[in-house]
């Protein structure tokens, strides 16, 4: 038997900043949008470094923003976590060189993609840009595996029908 249960906030935390990659929700024109991201988690942010395109379009039309992370060892034993805020454009200074440095760490084919401009096959220069999610919500759960638990009825169990 499986149970779900809730996780604290400092174990939603803690998944949060050991994962590093997740899925980031964004929606505009009543169109759900899903991507997979490498991301940061610092200071109770999550930071997410992007590249001008569709993705950034949605988060300017919309900034409101889900970011879902999971770790998952099987069907019966997994942590998901779910962090909805508004992101936020970081601008150059201090804080885009922490998210470089942290995003680096975590993904380090992530580097040469920093210093590099180039122009896809729509002849759009690849342009930085770097989201913080300041969350308005964190909420997790995790599924623990109770296979080996003996059943105990119930009282409603016990009722004859």
């Given at each position: 038997?499986?149970?779900?249960?809730?996780?604290?906030?400092?174990?939603s935390?803690?998944?949060?900043?050991s994962?590093?990659?997740?899925?980031?929700?964004?929606?505009?024109?009543?169109?759900?949008y899903?991507?997979?991201?490498?991301?940061?988690?610092t200071?109770?942010?999550?930071?997410?470094?992007?590249?001008?395109?569709?993705?950034?379009?949605?988060?300017?039309?919309?900034?409101?923003?889900?970011?879902q992370?999971?770790?998952?060892?099987?069907?019966?034993?997994?942590?998901?976590?779910?962090?909805?805020?508004?992101?936020?454009?970081?601008?150059?200074?201090?804080?885009?060189?922490?998210?470089?440095?942290?995003?680096?760490?975590?993904?380090?084919?992530?580097t040469?993609?920093?210093?590099?401009?180039?122009?896809?096959?729509?002849?759009?220069?690849?342009?930085?840009?770097?989201?913080?999610?300041?969350p308005?919500?964190?909420?997790?759960?995790?599924?623990?595996?109770?296979?080996?638990?003996?059943?105990?009825?119930?009282?409603?169990?016990?009722?004859?029908?």
């Open positions: 038997m499986i149970e779900i249960e809730d996780l604290t906030r400092e174990e935390i803690e998944l949060l900043e994962i590093g990659y997740g899925h980031l929700a964004c929606c505009t024109n009543d169109r759900p899903v991507v997979p991201v490498h991301y940061a988690f200071n109770e942010k999550a930071y997410i470094y992007t590249t001008e395109g569709k993705k950034s379009d949605v988060i300017k039309a919309n900034p409101n923003v889900c970011l992370v999971e770790d998952v060892a099987t069907n019966r034993d997994w942590l998901s976590v779910i962090v909805e805020g508004k992101a936020e454009r970081v601008g150059p200074g201090e804080e885009r060189d922490l998210v470089i440095a942290l995003i680096s760490k975590i993904n380090p084919t992530f040469p993609a920093v210093s590099i401009r180039w122009l896809d096959n729509w002849v759009r220069e690849n342009v930085e840009v770097i989201f913080r999610i300041v308005e919500n964190i909420s997790g759960r995790r599924g623990v595996d109770r296979t080996d638990k003996p059943f105990a009825p119930q009282p409603q169990d016990l009722e004859p029908n």
